[in-house]
């Protein structure tokens, strides 16, 4: 199995190293792709969050500040 995995399978072949490459070209983009959406959905998350907090707030109600 770790030999096929490695591109070994009777030898090597340039056609299945070449495919071996650019699959795990494409895994690195997927994966870098993933950690930039996980950053972008937690910043919208901690927006969204602040945002109800604000909402959550009046501001006619709240007693005012001490000077």
Same mark, same amino acid.
């Given at each position: ?31 870098? !792709?993933? %950690? ?6 937690? $910043? #919208? *998350? ?8 604000? !909402?959550? %707030? ?6 005012? $500040? #001490? *000077?």
């Amino acid at each position: 199995m770790a030999k096929a995995l490695l591109g070994y399978v009777g030898g090597s072949d340039p056609r299945l190293l070449a495919e071996m490459r650019r699959l795990q070209q494409r895994v690195q983009d997927l994966e870098s !792709e993933l %950690v930039r959406i996980q950053a972008e959905n937690e $910043a #919208l *998350t901690a927006a969204a969050s602040h945002e109800r907090i604000m !909402e959550s %707030v009046d501001a006619h109600q709240a007693e005012p $500040a #001490l *000077t």
